[in-house]
C-alpha cells in the first residue's frame, strides 16, 4: 500500500491479564497467540513490525518466530504507553511519522483493518483514526465490554468524526449503534501529544482511554468496516478463537 505516511507497526503486550492471565502466550494451533498478531499484522504490508513487550517471555517467542521484539517497562497504564516506549527506542530520529497499534490479542485480525484505519490519516485534519462495525447481536447493546462509538457521519458515508466512546448503549432513538474496533492509527505528533496529557474525567469514569484524546480536543476519525475481529479476552474467547484457527474447542 502506498503511502506518504512512512508508518510502522507495533503491536503492544504483556502477560498481566486479569481476566486471562498470560495470553499473548496462550497456545492456538501449535503457536502463541502474539505469533499469529504479528502474522495478521505482517500481511497488511504497512511497514516494519515490531512488538512492543511488557515481559521478556512475550521477546523470546516473538523473537523464536522470527519477529521483530522490543522489551519496554512492565509498569505502563495504557498500550499507547507502551508503543510510545517502543517508537522512542526503535527510531530515536523520527524516521516514522505514523504508528499503527495493533492489539495483541486479535489473532485472526483480517489485515485489510490497518490499511482502512491508515488510509484515513490522508486527511490533514485528522490525529487518530480507528474503526467500528454495525452491532448485529442485540446482545452487545447492552454488555459493557463492546464499547460503543458515537459518530457523526452522513448516511451512507465511509467514515465520520468520533464525537465519544462509551460503555452503555449509544446514541438513544433508531439508527445503528457501532463496535469499536480497539485499531488505532497515529500521526506520530498526535501519539506523542496524547501520552503527554493527563487522564481527564470522562476517561476514568468510562475506563476508556481514547476519551483523553476527544477530551484534549484531538480529531478521531472511525471508518466502518463490516465486522469486528475476534478479541480474546476471556477463556471462552480463547475457545473460539482455537477453534476458528484450527486448533479444536
Given at each position: 500500500?502506498?503511502?506518504?505516511?512512512?508508518?510502522?507497526?507495533?503491536?503492544?503486550?504483556?502477560?498481566?491479564?486479569?481476566?486471562?492471565?498470560?495470553?499473548?502466550?496462550?497456545?492456538?494451533?501449535?503457536?502463541?497467540?502474539?505469533?499469529?498478531?504479528?502474522?495478521?499484522?505482517?500481511?497488511?504490508?504497512?511497514?516494519?513490525?515490531?512488538?512492543?513487550?511488557?515481559?521478556?517471555?512475550?521477546?523470546?517467542?516473538?523473537?523464536?518466530?522470527?519477529?521483530?521484539?522490543?522489551?519496554?517497562?512492565?509498569?505502563?497504564?495504557?498500550?499507547?504507553?507502551?508503543?510510545?516506549?517502543?517508537?522512542?527506542?526503535?527510531?530515536?530520529?523520527?524516521?516514522?511519522?505514523?504508528?499503527?497499534?495493533?492489539?495483541?490479542?486479535?489473532?485472526?485480525?483480517?489485515?485489510?483493518?490497518?490499511?482502512?484505519?491508515?488510509?484515513?490519516?490522508?486527511?490533514?485534519?485528522?490525529d487518530?483514526?480507528?474503526?467500528?462495525?454495525?452491532?448485529?447481536?442485540?446482545?452487545?447493546?447492552?454488555?459493557?465490554?463492546v464499547v460503543?462509538?458515537?459518530?457523526?457521519?452522513?448516511?451512507?458515508?465511509g467514515?465520520?468524526?468520533?464525537?465519544?466512546?462509551?460503555?452503555?448503549?449509544?446514541?438513544?432513538?433508531?439508527?445503528?449503534?457501532?463496535?469499536?474496533?480497539?485499531?488505532?492509527?497515529?500521526?506520530?505528533?498526535?501519539?506523542?501529544?496524547?501520552?503527554?496529557?493527563?487522564?481527564?474525567?470522562?476517561?476514568?469514569?468510562?475506563?476508556?482511554?481514547?476519551?483523553?484524546?476527544?477530551?484534549?480536543?484531538?480529531?478521531?476519525?472511525?471508518?466502518?468496516?463490516?465486522?469486528?475481529?475476534?478479541?480474546?479476552?476471556?477463556?471462552?474467547?480463547?475457545?473460539?478463537a482455537?477453534?476458528?484457527?484450527?486448533?479444536?474447542?
Open positions: 500500500m502506498a503511502t506518504s505516511h512512512n508508518p510502522v507497526v507495533l503491536i503492544p503486550a504483556r502477560l498481566s491479564s486479569k481476566r486471562l492471565p498470560g495470553k499473548p502466550l496462550a497456545d492456538i494451533a501449535g503457536e502463541p497467540m502474539i505469533v499469529h498478531v504479528l502474522r495478521r499484522a505482517r500481511d497488511a504490508a504497512l511497514g516494519p513490525v515490531w512488538v512492543a513487550c511488557g515481559d521478556a517471555a512475550i521477546a523470546e517467542a516473538v523473537t523464536a518466530a522470527g519477529g521483530q521484539a522490543v522489551l519496554t517497562s512492565p509498569d505502563h497504564p495504557s498500550g499507547s504507553d507502551r508503543i510510545f516506549e517502543a517508537l522512542q527506542r526503535i527510531d530515536p530520529d523520527g524516521a516514522f511519522g505514523a504508528v499503527i497499534n495493533i492489539q495483541g490479542d486479535q489473532p485472526a485480525l483480517d489485515a485489510a483493518l490497518p490499511r482502512a484505519a491508515l488510509a484515513l490519516l490522508e486527511d490533514p485534519e485528522v487518530i483514526a480507528t474503526l467500528a462495525s454495525p452491532i448485529a447481536d442485540e446482545a452487545e447493546r447492552d454488555d459493557p465490554n460503543k462509538a458515537v459518530v457523526s457521519a452522513a448516511p451512507g458515508a467514515s465520520g468524526r468520533a464525537l465519544y466512546f462509551t460503555r452503555a448503549a449509544a446514541p438513544a432513538g433508531p439508527g445503528p449503534l457501532y463496535h469499536h474496533i480497539g485499531l488505532y492509527a497515529f500521526r506520530r505528533a498526535a501519539l506523542e501529544r496524547f501520552v503527554a496529557l493527563a487522564p481527564g474525567p470522562l476517561e476514568r469514569r468510562e475506563r476508556l482511554e481514547q476519551l483523553r484524546a476527544l477530551e484534549a480536543g484531538m480529531r478521531i476519525e472511525v471508518g466502518f468496516v463490516d465486522t469486528a475481529p475476534l478479541a480474546v479476552d476471556t477463556p471462552a474467547d480463547l475457545r473460539r482455537r477453534e476458528l484457527l484450527g486448533a479444536g474447542a
